[in-house]
């Protein structure tokens, strides 16, 4: 054995670890996306709470780069769902929200955390199937009855389960049903976000409400189809919301207040518009800010 | 979509300067640990011995807990940051380190410690010279500790929230694209991470191995 003290190899493993450990102080610093061009805001990093419908539709992945470039601003998104998402504007852990259950908004609101709560756009919530159609809820006129249809024929229907506008809306018509379907062997809550719904709706061939947007995203690869929708209690509302910078000083607010601007201009509102036309077809959200709520159909 | 590039390279530096810091804290620790007599060491080991079951995304919720704006250190800024999932890979990896380095010393022979010390070695050499007999074992903590941060997913989500070109390594974003269904993406990426960390153990294996040939 060597007499060289220590060995060589055991060095070069050393000499690895430093590596490793030095070259995280170059790449951990956040890749910047704040473009030149604009000032550089004085904080620039901004917490966007919002849906999964918002990231799985892949609305997110326009709307907030080009936030970022025309404002300088660093959006750290996170997509948790609605109810997560006001729980984090609650704590003041979120600056501003992009939500989409009109109820439970009112709360907080209500409660004082939230200042500038404006439209932003809409779309429709649709229930999903196979195509076989157990339940026969595609000749439903109403959400309502499509409901009552899939309660009575017990056939498989996975909830969202996680405090989302998609489910507060789900679960807002089962009420209306006066049907409790939590704890029914054919009642799935998946806890999970809306594209990993989907799937698994689409894997147990059952049926589910989603919105439509996330459902043409990912259509092609799920074996549902749309069965009852166009229904007026479908309609699905997105605000945004800045959080209530009184009740929390650190929020940033000058921030959260940039970002509801942008969502709502003509730029914002244009790229929400358009989303989706090139890849699918079809425009995947009607831009609505500036708009009475009570005229949206 | 995302830079695969940045990705990996995020990966591989978030990890490793997480197995760096657990092996500054673990390695020392734990051979104090082997070392010393004292009443309470066989608690002291099982503690940390349950450490290495920590569940990741439980270290990472305890962290998250005190970084976002509600906790104590939420003035620190740092939850959605790199250096946030840094933090808490370092908590994960720091008892499997220091678990492993404990046992890798504590079955030296006893006789050698007593050896170095009759040969007139300081206490800096003896643990040195120590290091050198149990560096089979010693390297073995430093691979797993690697291995239980490389792969880890729950804590990165929580304190570093997935978000792209800041905070997303390959395991969360393989667990985006698995939501989104994009299968062929997500086994690309797990293919990725295996490639890594293979080439990282493969060196410190190397370097394990050296000794054999003696």
Same mark, same amino acid.
């Given at each position: 054995m060597s007499s060289k003290f220590p060995p060589r190899r055991f060095r070069a493993a050393l000499c690895l670890v430093a590596s490793l450990a030095l070259s995280a102080c170059s790449t951990a610093t956040p890749a910047s996306t704040a473009?030149?061009?604009?000032?550089?805001?004085?904080?620039?990093?901004? $917490?966007?709470?919002?849906?999964?419908?918002?990231?799985?539709?892949?609305?997110?992945? @326009?709307?907030?780069?080009?936030?970022?470039?025309?404002?300088?601003?660093?959006?750290?998104?996170?997509?948790?769902?609605?109810?997560?998402?006001?729980? *984090? =504007?609650?704590? !003041?852990?979120?600056?501003?929200?992009?939500?989409?259950?009109?109820?439970? @908004?009112? &709360?907080? *609101?209500?409660?004082?955390?939230?200042?500038?709560?404006?439209?932003?756009?809409?779309?429709?919530?649709?229930?999903?199937?196979?195509?076989?159609?157990?339940?026969?809820?595609?000749?439903?006129?109403?959400?309502?009855? %499509?409901?009552?249809? $899939?309660? %009575? %024929?017990?056939?498989? +229907?996975?909830?969202?389960?996680?405090?989302?506008?998609? @489910?507060?809306? @789900?679960?807002?018509?089962?009420?209306?049903?006066? $049907?409790?379907?939590?704890?029914?062997?054919?009642?799935?809550?998946?806890?999970?976000?809306?594209?990993?719904?989907?799937?698994?709706?689409?894997?147990?061939? =059952?049926?589910?409400? &989603?919105?439509?947007?996330?459902?043409?995203?990912?259509?092609?690869?799920?074996?549902?189809?749309?069965?009852?929708?166009?229904?007026?209690?479908?309609?699905? $509302?997105?605000?945004?919301?800045?959080?209530?910078?009184?009740?929390?000083?650190?929020?940033?607010?000058?921030?959260?207040? %940039? +970002?509801?601007?942008?969502?709502?201009?003509?730029?914002?509102?244009?790229?929400?518009?358009?989303?989706?036309?090139?890849?699918?077809?079809?425009?995947?959200?009607?831009?609505?800010? !500036?708009?009475?709520?009570?005229?949206?159909? | 979509m995302d830079d695969l590039v940045q990705i990996t390279l995020l990966s591989l530096s978030v990890s490793g300067l997480a197995t760096a810091i657990s092996l500054l804290i673990g390695l020392p620790l734990g051979t104090m640990l082997a070392l010393s007599v004292f009443r309470t060491r066989g608690l002291v080991l099982s503690v940390v011995n349950t450490g290495m079951a920590l569940p990741p995304v439980v270290a990472g919720l305890v962290i998250a807990l005190m970084l976002w704006r509600s906790g104590p250190l939420g003035g620190l800024n740092l939850i959605y940051t790199p250096t946030a999932i840094v933090v808490a890979e370092a908590v994960i990896a720091t008892p499997v380190v220091l678990g492993l380095s404990a046992a890798g010393i504590g079955q030296l022979d006893p006789r050698l410690q007593v050896q170095l010390q009759g040969l007139g070695a300081s206490r800096y050499q003896t643990v040195w010279w120590l290091w050198r007999e149990a560096r089979l074992s010693l390297l073995a903590a430093l691979m797993a500790g690697f291995g239980s941060v490389i792969s880890e997913v729950g804590a990165a989500m929580m304190v570093g929230g997935n978000i792209s070109g800041q905070t997303r390594v390959l395991t969360t974003a393989i667990v985006l694209d698995v939501s989104r269904g994009d299968f062929g993406t997500a086994i690309e990426l797990g293919g990725i991470l295996l490639a890594l960390a293979f080439m990282v153990n493969g060196v410190l294996t190397w370097a394990q191995q050296s000794g054999r040939r003696g």
């Open positions: 473009a030149s061009t604009p000032p550089v805001p004085a904080t620039p990093a901004l $917490i966007l709470a919002t849906t999964t419908s918002t990231q799985d539709s892949g609305l997110l992945d @326009e709307l907030v780069p080009a936030f970022q470039k025309a404002t300088g601003y660093v959006v750290k998104t996170v997509a948790v769902g609605t109810g997560q998402a006001l729980t *984090m =504007g609650q704590q !003041g852990n979120a600056d501003v929200l992009l939500v989409h259950a009109p109820s439970s @908004e009112k &709360t907080f *609101m209500d409660g004082g955390f939230g200042v500038d709560r404006l439209l932003v756009a809409h779309n429709y919530f649709l229930i999903v199937g196979p195509s076989s159609d157990p339940a026969g809820i595609g000749s439903a006129k109403t959400a309502n009855e %499509a409901f009552a249809k $899939i309660a %009575a %024929a017990k056939a498989t +229907f996975v909830s969202r389960g996680d405090g989302s506008g998609t @489910e507060t809306k @789900e679960l807002a018509i089962w009420k209306a049903n006066s $049907i409790t379907p939590k704890g029914q062997a054919w009642y799935i809550q998946s806890g999970q976000g809306m594209g990993a719904t989907l799937q698994i709706a689409s894997e147990k061939q =059952g049926y589910t409400i &989603t919105d439509n947007a996330t459902f043409i995203a990912n259509g092609s690869k799920l074996q549902l189809t749309s069965l009852v929708q166009g229904d007026p209690s479908l309609l699905n $509302i997105y605000h945004v919301i800045s959080v209530n910078p009184t009740k929390w000083p650190k929020v940033n607010s000058v921030g959260a207040k %940039a +970002f509801a601007d942008y969502v709502t201009s003509s730029t914002g509102q244009d790229l929400i518009g358009g989303f989706g036309k090139a890849k699918y077809g079809q425009a995947l959200f009607v831009a609505d800010a !500036g708009k009475n709520e009570a005229d949206l159909k | -």
